[in-house]
């Protein structure tokens, strides 16, 4: 099936430094990504859609110049959580759809746990 | 917008049967997916339904009312390794798919 790739599966970080994570999706081309954010035993709440070559597109609440998305390209997109403060602690998963099994069917990496100190 | 409701907790033996329900409320609504998560992992799509009634794939079954708003997931001869947790999904209105997921079920199984 459809591979998404995720990195860094975990990372840890001081208060006020960026973290950038990757999202690959290795044998497709994906022009939307999902990028959620889940807190233990919660939800998966979506935070942005990534559109390969134009802008992302955030949901309400989420602060577009805290959580930069880039989708330079058909097979990548990037979430980066700048100047990071402990309460971004989470973890971050994407998910893209595969072109050729339909729109229901999210395939998702494996998540990166982001702990800020 | 929507809103998904689906219990927190489940708990059942091996070899059980289980049933985790999943009552929504969503405008434009496509379809009912249900994802499995082992803690500290990534979802896996589990089933879609997109019109009423039962689909089967091997011990696991997915229900959809379209007129109640209510699906279900069934899992049969429950195993240890089935213990996770459940999502519900619906797809938003809007031309892509934009996924709400439900809270999600913790599906716990005893020897």
């Known amino acids: 099936g459809a591979v998404v790739s995720q990195h860094p599966s975990w990372v840890i970080c001081k208060s006020g430094t960026s973290v950038k994570i990757e999202c690959r999706s290795l044998?497709?081309?994906?022009?939307?990504m999902f990028w959620y954010r889940q807190f233990p035993k919660q939800s998966l709440m979506l935070m942005a859609t990534?559109?390969?070559?134009?802008?992302?597109?955030?949901e309400q609440g989420v602060e577009k110049d805290k959580f930069l998305i880039n989708h330079a390209s058909l097979t990548l997109s990037t979430l980066t959580v700048t100047s990071a403060h402990p309460e971004d602690s989470s973890f971050y998963i994407c998910?893209?759809?595969?072109?050729?099994?339909?729109?229901?069917?999210?395939?998702f990496g494996s998540g990166t746990q982001l702990s800020v100190l | 917008g929507q809103s998904l409701e689906q219990p927190s907790e489940v708990t059942a033996v091996e070899g059980a049967i289980v049933q985790i329900n999943c009552t929504y409320q969503?405008?434009?609504?496509?379809?009912l997916s249900w994802y499995q998560q082992h803690d500290g992992g990534a979802p896996t799509f589990l089933s879609y339904?997109?019109?009423?009634g039962l689909e089967e794939t091997g011990r696991f079954s997915s229900f959809l009312s379209r007129s109640d708003s209510y699906g279900y997931l069934l899992l049969q001869e429950l195993q240890m390794k089935d213990s996770a947790s459940y999502f519900c999904?619906?797809?938003?209105?809007?031309?892509?798919?934009?996924?709400?997921f439900g809270r999600g079920t913790s599906l716990i199984v005893h020897p």
């Open positions: 969503t405008s434009g609504f496509y379809g």
């Open positions: 339904n997109a019109l009423d």
């Open positions: 998910s893209a759809n595969h072109p050729g099994t339909g729109a229901e069917k999210l395939f």
């Open positions: 044998d497709f081309q994906a022009t939307t």
């Open positions: 999904a619906v797809r938003a209105s809007g031309g892509s798919y934009i996924p709400t």
């Open positions: 990534s559109n390969e070559g134009s802008k992302a597109t955030y």
